[in-house]
């Protein structure tokens, strides 16, 4: 059922009397892509696409949007992970930023760019490195996802580790607001205290406050030196031991700390026969660890000094010897993410606590989801060196459509009851979205609701943005 109530006929016809036609796509055929997500779990038919080329269209998109009370969805990419970005079903206008994708500019004196919203993240990262500049944010999506979208979902990824999520990075935003003012808060400046810092608003806010149209972002030193191992361990409380030893024994320079638990290998070993079991034997859990640095440190010295001091608590360990065997050891992960479902709808989180509660809360869910859903698999993996886990449920295969999506729903109420015995959040990286806002509305507390309703009104008080999504519908 559609959250969001279609605007009159005569509402969208004069939205499209008042845009030029090159800005909007209104055929069928055009609309598709826009349609639906990477996962497939949500579509819905946009009104129209409209497809500004600079900040000035968009403003007149939301000018006319704001006069015309049409609701409207900001899309980057489409690879959010809770429906956020697809529209509801012939009811918004998609506000696509693909054509905004210009890097602005590369600073590599103030270690500082500026890239347009809808620029893919891939893209950003590679101008960033031609400048000897590293842009951190790094995970599996990065060929698609866009700058505007990580903004707008506060994107996490491998690398959060060391240089934190893209809230840390942001030094500044251009947004477009609901009635189509445009608010210039694209500095470049690290330390700045006149008065509210206003960019903190719409980093993770979901396009429900307003349309990100470029961001200035933070950039590091390019690593001279990567080294990436693979290790296998008995447990998880060895896992978070080894994490604790290699924070210490490495002078601060992990940049990835991955927990795998070995069904996953598995799933990457079914999907891909190029992949190889990584050790002759089988075991329970692995960790993929990446060091970098600049040059003049022995890396390479480093990271062996740490296996071999972490003694009896690794089984077993591998450091990749060359570029293409660290890509392999990250495919192992990667494949992963990607096949798990077997193209069929899968529970899917992303789950934070405090790194110290994970062998606990690991234990807790293995006993919990084994006696209520024996016949489902559980994907347990993360980023555990930033307290995330992904744990994921995936039916039997061959489940009717209706008793599957029953059973996605319980098994998210049984996770989420036992998160909340260890003071957890729903949502660590991938946001509240459609997915997840019947949880996270059951769980706000009253004063943090009514903060980010006021919020809203004042900045979307007919609430054309993203309806339905992250808050309660008025
Ligand atoms: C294989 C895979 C791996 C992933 N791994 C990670 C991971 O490790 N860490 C992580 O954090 N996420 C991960 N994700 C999730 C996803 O890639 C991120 O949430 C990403 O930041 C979304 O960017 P996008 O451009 O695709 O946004 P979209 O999916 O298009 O949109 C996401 C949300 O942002 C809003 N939005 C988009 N653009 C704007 C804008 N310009 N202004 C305002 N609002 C906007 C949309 O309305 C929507 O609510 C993964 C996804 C996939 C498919």
Redesign the pocket.
């Known amino acids: 059922m559609n959250a969001v109530p279609p605007p009159n006929r005569a509402a969208i016809d004069a939205l499209l009397a008042a845009l030029p036609a090159d800005l909007v796509l209104t055929a069928t055929e055009d609309l598709g892509r826009f349609s639906r997500?990477?996962?497939g779990d949500y579509h819905g038919r946009p009104l129209a696409v409209a497809r500004p080329r600079d900040t000035a269209e968009v403003s007149l998109v939301l000018q006319h949007c704001h006069r015309l009370r049409i609701p409207v969805?900001?899309?980057?990419?489409?690879?959010?992970?809770v429906g956020?970005?697809v529209p509801a079903d012939k009811a918004e206008l998609v506000l696509s930023?693909e054509r905004m994708n210009k890097v602005r500019r590369v600073d590599p004196f103030d270690f500082a760019m500026i890239v347009e919203?809808?620029c893919v993240l891939e893209v950003a990262k590679q101008a960033a490195d031609a400048a000897g500049c590293l842009l951190p944010i790094t995970?599996?999506?990065q060929g698609?996802?866009?700058i505007?979208?990580?903004?707008?979902?506060n994107?996490?990824?491998?690398n959060v580790l060391r240089y934190g999520m893209t809230r840390d990075l942001v030094l500044g935003l251009e947004v477009v607001l609901a009635d189509g003012r445009i608010w210039n808060g694209l500095k470049l400046l690290r330390k700045d205290n006149r008065g509210y810092d206003l960019k903190q608003m719409?980093i993770g806010?979901?396009?429900t406050l307003?349309?990100?149209?470029a961001a200035a972002l933070k950039l590091f030193p390019r690593p001279e030196q990567v080294e990436t191992a693979l290790v296998a361990l008995s447990s998880v409380p060895d896992a978070i031991a080894f994490y604790a030893h290699v924070r210490a024994a490495c002078s601060d320079l992990a940049t990835a700390f991955e927990l795998l638990m070995r069904r996953t290998i598995d799933v990457s070993l079914t999907a891909d026969e190029r992949l190889a079991d990584p050790f002759p034997e089988k075991f329970p859990v692995y960790v993929l660890l990446e060091l970098s640095c600049g040059a003049g440190i022995d890396l390479r010295a480093l990271l062996e000094g740490a296996l071999v001091s972490a003694g009896d608590m690794l089984l077993d360990a591998v450091i990749a010897s060359s570029q293409e065997q660290a890509a392999r050891l990250w495919r192992l992960r990667?494949t992963m993410?990607?096949k798990q479902g077997g193209g069929e709808p899968y529970l899917r989180t992303d789950v934070s606590l405090p790194i110290s509660q994970i062998p606990a809360f690991v234990a807790a869910v293995e006993t919990t989801m084994a006696e209520g859903f024996p016949q489902s698999g559980i994907n347990i993996y993360g980023?555990i060196g930033d307290g995330n886990l992904h744990i994921n449920v995936i039916p039997p295969r061959g489940l009717e459509r209706e008793a599957r999506a029953a059973l996605i729903h319980d098994a998210e109420t049984t996770l989420f009851g036992v998160l909340d015995q260890f003071g957890g959040s729903i949502s660590a990286?991938?946001?509240i979205?459609r997915a997840k806002r019947p949880a996270f509305l059951e769980r706000v507390d009253e004063v943090s609701l009514d903060i980010m309703m006021r919020l809203k009104s004042v900045l979307d008080p007919d609430g054309i943005l993203?309806a339905g999504?992250l808050l309660p519908s008025p």
């Open positions: 997500d990477w996962s969805v900001p899309q980057g990419g489409l690879t959010g992970l956020g970005g930023l919203a809808g995970f599996g999506a698609s996802c866009r505007g979208g990580n903004v707008a979902t994107a996490g990824g491998f719409f806010s979901e396009g307003g349309v990100v149209t990667e993410v990607e980023h990286e991938h946001g979205g993203s999504r």
